[in-house]
């Protein structure tokens, strides 16, 4: 095995099996390739690099072999590579074994062009197969592999009509455009997570796999902040990052999903559809706005409202903080939407009656799901252990399941127990 393949799954299972075809185009943003063929890599994928002859004048073909572990493709030879990867015959079995090594014989699961030309998204949209990313795409297209395109161009290129037109064809051949990132007057390359969650969402929707296609979402991340004068407010240090994985995953698995964040100390990604609120009452008014399937409150809402001084207090006088009980936002949503799934976390800073606590919030606001979590400053949420989380997740029936893992893997088992 080649040392590089040592990181496939190194960060996650989102990927396992799954064998992608990264076609690069010549773009000064194919210096992003190894890292985009990397990121795949670490969760699960096996990648292949095709070139085309102008990205072989920004990066080198060795490059992309020691960063996959693969050979790679610079131009269609007698082995008709595009027909092994892409094509009808792969999918039959055709393929010859050796090249690109045992795990990576055999039909892709998803072509992915990244970067992508408005040269080369233009030769396929009319049906040009001059070079080895284009005939891929044109052995895809008519074999039935999905297809995911990320753009990178300067913006004048990506706003041409002409070219506008030539995306909307491919979309309606059933081609994924992944929207760039717009800064400093050009259309850049997505973030290689958020470009992950596409090859997952397209390879899904392809096999059958996107158990939530056609489900609406509603996801809660963050912590809310309520005011005590105009430049000082009560909160928490939850980093929003439970909220954003669950909402994620959903989307991964082919759902509508809308994000209401508070304050977030991660990044949303682009594609899901988000909602910023600040206080408690600006959630709970935004999520009960969305008629949704499935509520999944994952935010760290605060649990008081405190009466707010004009201007700013004076910090050389003593001061009185009036705080009262916040509304319940999963009291709102189950009694607005009786029908819909449920979700609420209860976090404790003690184990002690944790799980009894849980039970007993979920039972006087009707949720279908409990998540139950022990919390404090650098545990649970805004420490180093961020990205690990310990929970028991309680359904109907007296069922639990107790968690220990990434908040990746506990998104998936939390929507396991939804649905």
């Not at 299972?13 to 943003?29: D, H």
């Not at 080198?60 to 493709?73: Q, Y």
């Not at 760039?180 to 899904?204: G, S, Y």
């Not at 649970?380 to 220990?404: P, T, V």
Request: proline residues 3%.
């Amino acid at each position: 095995m080649h040392p590089s393949k040592r990181i496939i799954g190194s960060k996650g299972g989102l990927l396992v099996g799954r064998k992608i075809v990264l076609g690069i185009c010549g773009s000064i943003a194919a210096y992003r390739a190894p890292d985009i063929a990397r990121g795949l890599m670490r969760q699960g994928a096996e990648v292949i690099c095709v070139m085309s002859g102008g990205a072989a004048q920004f990066i080198s073909a060795d490059l992309l072999r020691w960063a996959t572990g693969n050979e790679v493709i610079t131009g269609i030879t007698s082995r008709a590579e595009h027909v092994e990867l892409c094509g009808k015959a792969a999918e039959r079995g055709g393929a010859a074994a050796g090249k690109w090594g045992a795990r990576a014989d055999g039909r892709a699961d998803l072509l992915l062009i990244a970067p992508a030309t408005s040269n080369a998204i233009s030769e396929i949209a009319h049906g040009y197969d001059r070079g080895a990313v284009t005939m891929m795409a044109a052995t895809a297209l008519g074999s039935g592999v999905p297809i995911v395109v990320v753009p990178a161009m300067h913006e004048g290129l990506y706003d041409n009509p002409v070219l506008r037109e030539n995306v909307k064809t491919l979309e309606k051949a059933g081609v994924i455009f992944v929207p760039p990132r717009l800064e400093d007057e050009k259309a850049k390359v997505a973030e290689v997570d958020e470009i992950a969650d596409w090859a997952v969402r397209a390879i899904a929707e392809k096999k059958g796999e996107a158990v939530l296609h056609g489900k609406k979402i509603v996801v809660t991340a963050g912590a809310t902040r309520e005011f005590i004068d105009d430049v000082r407010f009560i909160s928490n240090p939850s980093s929003g990052r439970m909220g954003v994985e669950i909402a994620r995953e959903a989307w991964r698995r082919g759902a509508e999903v809308v994000l209401v964040a508070g304050h977030l100390e991660v990044e949303a990604p682009s594609h899901l559809k988000m909602a910023g609120v600040e206080s408690v009452r600006e959630m709970l008014a935004a999520v009960v706005r969305e008629r949704a399937g499935a509520y999944v409150l994952a935010a760290a809402a605060g649990d008081f409202e405190v009466k707010r001084m004009r201007g700013k207090m004076d910090s050389k006088k003593a001061a009185r903080i009036s705080l009262s009980p916040a509304p319940k936002i999963a009291d709102l949503v189950r009694k607005k939407y009786p029908k819909a799934k449920l979700v609420i976390f209860k976090a404790e800073v003690g184990a002690r009656g944790l799980e009894e606590k849980a039970r007993k919030r979920m039972k006087e606001c009707g949720a279908d799901v409990a998540v139950a979590n022990i919390v404090a400053h650098g545990k649970g949420f805004g420490g180093a252990e961020n990205g690990k989380y310990e929970a028991i997740i309680l359904s109907g029936r007296g069922r639990r399941k107790k968690f220990g893992g990434t908040k990746q893997e506990a998104a998936a088992e939390i929507l396991k127990a939804i649905f």
